[in-house]
């Protein structure tokens, strides 16, 4: 999990030998699914505790961040790029396609930094700063959700790029610009996205 920050190259020349030993590109070690369940856990406590919450509005927040926001949103995601990257990216003359499950893999992968940035090391800096309506707030919130961003496209693009049998994966950071402009117009408008995220879970989730 470490080298996802560090080195998520190592991560995925993990998944080609695997590959070569197993047959599959998709991980059969629960290991990982573990850890990253107790550290949704983890991080739900934090916001649990940021937020205030009673007991069983943190087991309704638990329940959402698990089902919603990580599989759900997983699902959908993985999904998407199965069906457009075997369609639309696969060298026709391969047999090979992308597997579902290591594309739920892949998502599993980007997913963590985000969450370990947004869920647990912003929390720190929620009530002393980000919380309040200055511009050093917006612009530490939504400087974490940028590099979250960023960290989510380049662990995707690292996913897919490592399979030989696709061609044009750089066009998965190709919205990076965009990304870039949004976050320029978050700041100079004044829009807290941590801020925002913090109400709706507050008032719309629990």
């Not at 509005?57 to 329940?63: A, S, Y």
């Not at 926001?69 to 369609?87: Q, S």
């Not at 396609?97 to 980007?110: C, I, K, Q, S, T």
Request: charged share 15%; glycine share 4%.
């Amino acid at each position: 999990m470490l080298y996802l920050f560090t080195a998520p190259q190592k991560v995925y020349r993990n998944f080609q030998y695997r590959k070569k030993t197993k047959f599959q590109f998709a991980r059969d070690d629960p290991a990982f699914l573990v850890l990253f369940a107790a550290w949704l856990c983890i991080t739900s406590i934090g916001f649990a505790i940021v937020l205030k919450l009673g007991f069983l509005q943190f087991i309704h927040f638990l329940l959402y961040t698990i089902f919603v926001d990580c599989i759900g949103t997983g699902i959908v995601v993985a999904t998407i790029f199965w069906f457009v990257l075997n369609k639309y990216f696969r060298d026709a003359d391969e047999d090979q396609d992308v597997e579902w499950g290591y594309a739920f893999d892949v998502h599993l992968n980007a997913f963590f930094p985000p969450l370990i940035l947004l869920h647990f090391f912003q929390l720190f800096f929620y009530n002393g700063l980000i919380s309040h309506d200055y511009f050093i707030s917006r612009l530490l919130g939504n400087t974490f959700w940028l590099v979250a961003v960023l960290y989510y496209m380049y662990i995707t693009f690292l996913g897919y790029s490592s399979l030989q049998f696709l061609k044009r994966t750089h066009l998965i950071i190709s919205p990076l610009p965009l990304v870039i402009i949004f976050y320029i117009v978050t700041l100079v408008s004044g829009f807290n996205i941590t801020h925002a995220l913090m109400n709706f879970y507050k008032h719309r989730v629990v």
